[in-house]
């Protein structure tokens, strides 16, 4: 299984960006989640989709500013980030898990290698 993450890279506070991941197996059998990591801090729980996109669940720091969502068809998931934040920098992670999702990061299986977003004050 692979994960590859895109569309990381420098914004502007307020601005957007558009993440994306793309994933080799059976993309329409797995949970997908997003998780991210700023210097020096753990890595944290960003959000995730269900198989079937019937249910999103959000971190409370990125509700109603970042959505998830996802195209089975082309194997990809997206975030899409609006009203970006200075503490929104970090290595974003694309996750997945064929059991479930969750906020946990030891409870995912597969991981990206990560995209940058720096967001500038």
């Known amino acids: 299984v692979q994960l590859i993450e895109s569309g990381g890279g420098l914004v502007q506070a307020g601005g957007s960006l558009r993440l994306s991941c793309t994933a080799s197996?059976?993309?329409?059998?797995?949970?997908m989640g997003w998780f991210r990591q700023a210097p020096g801090k753990d890595r944290e729980f960003v959000a995730y989709?269900?198989?079937?996109?019937?249910?999103?669940y959000y971190a409370d720091s990125v509700k109603g500013r970042f959505t998830v969502s996802r195209e089975n068809a082309k194997n990809t998931v997206y975030l899409r980030m609006s009203s970006l934040k200075f503490e929104d920098t970090g290595v974003y992670y694309c996750?997945?898990?064929?059991?479930?999702?969750?906020?946990?990061?030891?409870?995912?299986?597969?991981w990206g290698q990560g995209t940058q977003v720096t967001v500038s004050s």
């Open positions: 197996g059976t993309f329409t059998y797995w949970f």
């Open positions: 989709i269900t198989k079937d996109s019937g249910s999103s």
């Open positions: 996750s997945a898990d064929p059991r479930l999702g969750s906020a946990i990061v030891t409870s995912w299986t597969y």
